[in-house]
């Protein structure tokens, strides 16, 4: 049976980067059709020069042709799918963004209908390295006017917001009309390759859990002891960890130098994964994107619980976190199996306690972590949810 993934998202987010690197060690079959190569197809197919460059501007301005275009390649698509033997049919296009006085759709409800996708992986990364790959990138510096300070980060934020929203009605529509998506998932491209790969190929054998733990204040245990745990984890399942999109690190060094300089202006941040270039970014534009990344961030979260089948819950520190509690919570009302790593004499909450035993046969918190791996892999057969 062929299953169609569409794989999504804001533009600019490395999406096809990302996706085109992991599928490199891949040894499934597969087909990998990006959508904007078909539009230059059919563009040329009708005399038109479709590129990079021009293609946000003409779609704005000549939107009845674009839509036709792009329709075309849709039907394209999905024929080719029809023919093929292979079962995976992986197709790529940015979901929505603003530009200008404009929208610019990656697909319309019509299209969706056409293609029914199995699955929808919105691909996403945290907002610094896309500014980045905007500075980086000749054609889109160019559309900001070559100028670091007219890419904003609230600009970004709205982008993404934008483009889930997008998704998400299209399939609530979509699943009205008969069309059943497995799942929609906000993915971030820090996941390492091998879990995507999980992910498109290997849910059955490796279920999908996710992996819960205290963030906020925790940034040195994360890179040692939740990586560790990550790694031993991931060789029983495919495990979503929302450390993989962290935008929250700018906020905390806002709030950081706000408060040793109420009166500055310029919030100087290096980057979170090379630890060397710094970003100078205008602290108003931090405030705005904040109350916007602030609510991301909590429907990220729960996006990612709620399509799994269970929750790994490493709490390596006594003190509760709101944000694991709120998740334990939300795993339980969504029938996933819980299973909670808390090694500490004194008791946690009543609410951590009561949400940690929802597990299928032992109803027990866990103080070790090798009881609890086991645990999981022996019981992955008796959780709930399907």
């Known amino acids: 049976m062929k299953e169609v993934i569409l794989l999504t998202g804001p533009p600019l987010n490395g999406r ?32 038109l020069k479709i590129t990079r460059k021009n293609v946000l501007d003409f779609a704005i301005s000549h939107p009845d ?6 329709d075309r390649a849709f039907e394209r698509i999905r024929k080719e799918i029809d023919e093929s033997e292979k079962k995976y049919h992986i197709v790529s296009t940015p979901s929505l963004f603003r530009w200008g006085s404009g929208s610019v759709l990656g697909f319309t409800l019509s299209n969706l209908k056409l293609l029914r996708p199995d699955r929808v992986i919105i691909v996403l990364d945290d907002i610094l390295s896309v500014r980045r790959r905007i500075v980086n990138d000749p054609e889109w510096f160019e559309r900001f006017g070559n100028d670091k300070d007219n890419i904003k980060l609230t600009t970004l934020v709205l982008w993404r917001e934008d483009a889930i929203n997008h998704v998400k009605t299209l399939v609530h529509e979509l699943e009205k009309e008969g069309v059943s998506v497995r799942y929609v998932l906000q993915f971030g491209i820090r996941h390492p390759h091998d879990t995507f790969l999980n992910l498109l190929f290997s849910e059955d054998e490796k279920p999908l859990v996710y992996l819960s733990y205290p963030m906020t204040g925790h940034e040195e245990e994360y890179y040692h002891r939740v990586r560790d745990f990550y790694t031993r984890l991931s060789r029983y399942f495919t495990v979503l960890d ?41 602290r108003g534009d931090i405030e705005q994107a904040t109350d916007i990344l602030r609510r991301q961030l909590v429907e990220r979260d729960f996006n ?10 490493y709490h390596y520190t006594p003190e509760v976190s709101a944000g694991v509690i709120s998740e334990m919570a939300e795993a339980y009302r969504t029938f996933a199996a819980i299973y909670l790593y808390y090694p500490f004499k004194r008791r946690p909450s009543p609410f951590m306690e009561f949400y940690g035993m929802q597990n299928p046969s032992r109803r027990t918190m866990f103080r070790d972590e090798e009881e609890m791996l086991r645990a999981m892999v022996e019981e992955k057969e008796y959780w709930t949810k399907v």
């Open 16 to 47: 096809d980067e990302y996706a085109e690197e992991a599928l490199r060690h891949s040894k499934e079959e597969y087909d990998y059709h990006h959508v904007f190569e078909y539009l230059i197809q059919v563009g040329k197919e009708r005399g």
């Open 242 to 282: 929302p450390g993989a999109l962290d935008d929250w690190w700018v906020v905390a060094e806002y709030d950081s130098q706000i408060n040793k300089d109420p009166s500055i202006r310029k919030i100087k941040i290096k980057h979170l994964l090379d630890g060397e270039e710094v970003e100078e970014l205008d």
């Open 65 to 70: 042709l674009m839509n036709a275009i792009r």
């Open 304 to 313: 990612l619980v709620d399509v799994c089948k269970a929750i790994a819950v």
